[in-house]
């Protein structure tokens, strides 16, 4: 399961870091990355990166945030900074990975979401 952390107020501009631990019997993990969710919209897909530390970025977020992985800790974060009201939104953290019991078969994986509000 993941567990996502890091959410909160900030104000325009400012800075937060959001983390999401994978837990339990894991084989391996693969993409990791980082979506989000505002009212009345769709689940939008924010970052991401692969087991070999590729990262992919949406463009509204390109130089402002950026997506890191920890393979030892089974962590990726996203920082975020230069925040804008618009990256107001529930932040849900999202990995594929496959179990001890089933190695070869991979699963998707999603974290609860955190809640990140930019607002003066």
């Known amino acids: 399961q993941l567990q996502a952390s890091g959410g909160g107020l900030v104000q325009p501009g400012g800075s937060l870091r959001l983390a999401c631990v994978a837990s339990?019997?894991?084989?391996?993990?693969?993409?990791m990355g980082w979506f989000r969710q505002s009212p009345g919209e769709e689940r939008e897909l924010v970052a991401v990166?692969?087991?070999?530390?590729?990262?992919h970025y949406r463009d509204s977020v390109k130089g402002r945030f950026t997506i890191s992985r920890d393979n030892v800790g089974n962590t990726v974060y996203l920082q975020m900074n230069s925040l804008k009201p618009e990256d107001t939104a529930v932040y849900y953290c999202?990995?594929?990975?496959?179990?001890?019991?089933?190695?070869?078969?991979?699963?998707?994986?999603w974290g609860q979401g955190t809640l990140v509000t930019v607002s003066s």
């Open positions: 999202n990995a594929h990975m496959a179990d001890t019991d089933y190695p070869d078969e991979e699963f998707e994986s």
């Open positions: 339990g019997s894991i084989a391996s993990i693969g993409d």
């Open positions: 990166v692969t087991d070999a530390g590729h990262t």
